[in-house]
């Protein structure tokens, strides 16, 4: 019985498709958004480079609370999957902070080379730069570290 209606459905689908239906009216593309997170784009004083960072907040802000943080790299391919992890399965009391870079996926991939990359690497290809981990570091603890601080109470200890 469930056989015979898949292939009436897949009959008057194909029959729609040949008899050329007009396909759905579709929107214009939006900017998807992870519940609970908001996204800061900031031009880095140390490097002069551009950063984005997506920062989920705990569901409910208590101002009393110090707040466990949790920060990762890589923002550009985990920041939904950190806002749902965080929000859903490490529990509702932490925050957490992706950090990558604006525009696309071409761009993440160099930047991520020279940020992650300790010393400069004189067998990389010409147009990879490398070695930026020292200016990085000092990013995260300088830059980012003290802008998340400014907007929670968070725990020095987690």
Same mark, same amino acid.
């Given at each position: 019985m469930q056989?015979?209606?898949?292939?009436?459905?897949?009959?008057?689908? %194909?029959?729609?498709?040949?008899?050329?239906?007009?396909?759905?009216?579709?929107? +214009?593309?939006?900017?998807?958004?992870?519940?609970?997170?908001?996204?800061?784009?900031f031009t880095s004083k140390i490097n002069g480079a551009a950063y984005r960072i997506w920062i989920t907040s705990p569901t409910k802000i208590d101002p009393v609370v110090a707040y466990?943080?949790?920060?990762?790299?890589?923002?550009? +391919?985990?920041?939904?999957? %950190?806002?749902?992890?965080?929000?859903?399965?490490a529990g509702p009391d932490i925050?957490?902070?992706?950090?990558?870079?604006?525009?696309?996926?071409? +761009?993440?991939?160099?930047?991520?080379? %020279?940020?992650l990359t300790p010393s400069s690497d004189p067998s990389a290809p010409a147009n990879v730069k490398t070695g930026g981990a020292d200016a990085f570091i000092r990013i995260l603890n300088e830059e980012i570290r003290p802008f998340v601080a400014s907007r929670f109470k968070l725990d020095p200890d987690r």
């Open positions: 056989s015979s209606r898949i292939a009436v459905l897949c009959s008057l689908g %194909l029959v729609s498709f040949l008899l050329g239906a007009e396909p759905a009216d579709f929107s +214009e593309p939006a900017p998807a958004t992870i519940p609970f997170t908001q996204t800061y784009d466990p943080v949790l920060y990762v790299i890589d923002g550009n +391919e985990l920041a939904g999957t %950190l806002g749902y992890v965080t929000t859903k399965l925050v957490s902070v992706s950090i990558g870079y604006p525009g696309g996926l071409d +761009e993440w991939r160099v930047r991520r080379i %020279l940020d």
